[in-house]
């Protein structure tokens, strides 16, 4: 299907021309190119850009001028372009970048193999031992409650010292030690502080493009 479109010639006469529908040629406003660099900027938040790659493409997408412009900017990220085109006009769309990023563990480059391996595996085993836990926690407690004031059992607080047992079973079949739990909770402060950082400078790529881009009307 095609749209008309009226343009004005040059001696002043107004014509009928014809676009597609689907065409994503059309203009970007301010909020919109921004919105995309919002997007740009949760991608490397959560690390499916490195630095070099956000730099490129956020300096791609305060450029950009229509909509085509910053296809090739999203073209490898989950959600696709954070902006679509709908009955001629442009509108917002979830970028997508919710689903779990690939853990930093730091340079892999420099790190052996195997290391990279047992790191992986450690943060499977953490993940799912931290869930497991919650799971034990929460039916501990729901247990605890409905003894203690639906039952009116005056012993419910002997769940508790269950825990101690309950805990310990996923670590047994894990083989999830102390020294993994330990290493694993640095890991995860590792990562939210990468993250963190990479929060900031995403933050502050997306005001300096702002502020070159009010400078520049």
Do not use: C
Request: no cysteine.
């Amino acid at each position: 299907m095609a749209v008309k479109v009226a343009v004005t010639v040059s001696e002043g006469r107004k014509v009928t021309m014809t676009q597609p529908e689907g065409s994503d040629d059309l203009k970007l406003s301010n909020d919109e190119r921004l919105y995309a660099l919002e997007a740009i900027g949760e991608h490397f938040a959560v690390g499916r850009l490195d630095a070099d790659e956000f730099y490129e493409r956020s300096g791609d997408i305060a450029n950009a001028r229509t909509l085509s412009d910053i296809r090739a900017s999203f073209r490898d990220l989950p959600g696709g372009v954070p902006l679509e085109m709908s009955n001629g006009q442009i509108h917002k769309v979830q970028s997508g970048t919710g689903v779990p990023a690939i853990p930093d563990t730091g340079s892999p480059a420099q790190q052996p193999v195997a290391d990279e391996s047992e790191l992986a595996s450690l943060r499977r085993r953490g993940d799912l031992v931290e869930s497991i836990d919650w799971i034990i926690l929460g039916t501990t407690l729901v247990t605890f409650l409905v003894l203690q004031f639906v039952v009116g059992w005056n012993f419910a607080w002997v769940v508790w010292p269950s825990l101690i047992v309950t805990l310990s079973v996923p670590r047994m079949i894990l083989n999830y030690s102390d020294e993994d739990e330990e290493v694993y909770g640095e890991l995860k402060e590792s990562d939210a502080e990468a993250k963190k950082q990479r929060l900031r400078l995403a933050a502050e790529r997306i005001r300096e493009l702002e502020g070159r881009s009010d400078s520049g009307s």
